[in-house]
């Protein structure tokens, strides 16, 4: 079954609460700047202490090899993987997947992203950097639910596993991306599950729904 990862781009105080009332129907968390500098790194460490599920550190990290080495040495001290940009190059790519490697950890690269303005500048090279990613032999790829046809090319390029944001707030649709996917990717949501009024509820009704759509 495709799986459910929670973009918790919260402040400390809700991210804990919403964790908590999520945790028997997430299979994974997306922490990223919003949280980490409202709070500090060591969040991750306590998510994990209360949902026990893969989190995945999304900095998009954008420097020249030699920082990019420094930002995924500090970042993954904690977490299971962390997200990269590709446009900066393959050098600066490597730089992380080289620590993360050994750690066990991932290297996730963004291709297309879900905002509009993606099209002008990032759309253009997608296809290259999901190819780049192949040949990093890299863990996986965020590409857009916004675009399911571009999903589906992105996928397809990079033959590796997908985490795909822009369902729900963003206006992606559950029922067009699932075909697209596997038991190998992720929905990533956010807003539609933590601004909700009940984020339970939400969740298990995303859940349930990939469920179904899945069969
Ligand atoms: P919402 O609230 O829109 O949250 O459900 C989506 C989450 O995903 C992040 N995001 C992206 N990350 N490439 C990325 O690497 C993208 O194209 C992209 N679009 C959204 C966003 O920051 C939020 O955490």
Do not use: W
């Not at 649709?173 to 807003?191: F, H, P, Q, T, V």
């Amino acid at each position: 079954m495709v799986k459910l990862m929670l973009a918790l781009d919260l402040d400390k105080e809700r991210a804990l609460k919403v964790a908590e009332e999520v945790k028997d129907y997430v299979d994974a968390i997306k922490v990223g700047y919003p949280l980490v500098l409202s709070s500090s790194l060591e969040i991750v460490k306590e998510i994990k202490d209360i949902c026990e599920k893969e989190v995945i550190l999304d900095f998009k990290v954008a420097d020249i090899p030699a920082t990019n080495e420094k930002i995924a040495k500090l970042s993954l001290r904690y977490g299971d993987g962390i997200i990269v940009h590709g446009f900066v190059g393959e050098d600066s790519v490597k730089a992380v997947r080289d620590v993360a490697k050994p750690l066990n950890k991932k290297t996730i690269l963004v291709t297309e992203m879900s905002h509009p303005g993606a099209l002008r500048f990032i759309q253009p090279i997608a296809n290259e950097l999901a190819i780049m990613a192949k040949k990093l032999e890299l863990d996986g790829i965020v590409a857009p639910s916004t675009r399911p046809e571009r999903l589906r090319e992105l996928k397809h390029l990079s033959n590796l596993p997908v985490l795909t944001p822009g369902v729900g707030a963003q206006g992606g649709r559950l029922e067009e991306i699932i075909k697209i996917l596997d038991e190998n990717d992720y929905i990533i949501i956010g807003r539609a599950i933590y601004n909700s009024e009940d984020p339970k509820k939400m969740a298990k009704y995303y859940k349930e729904k990939i469920r179904a759509l899945s069969k």
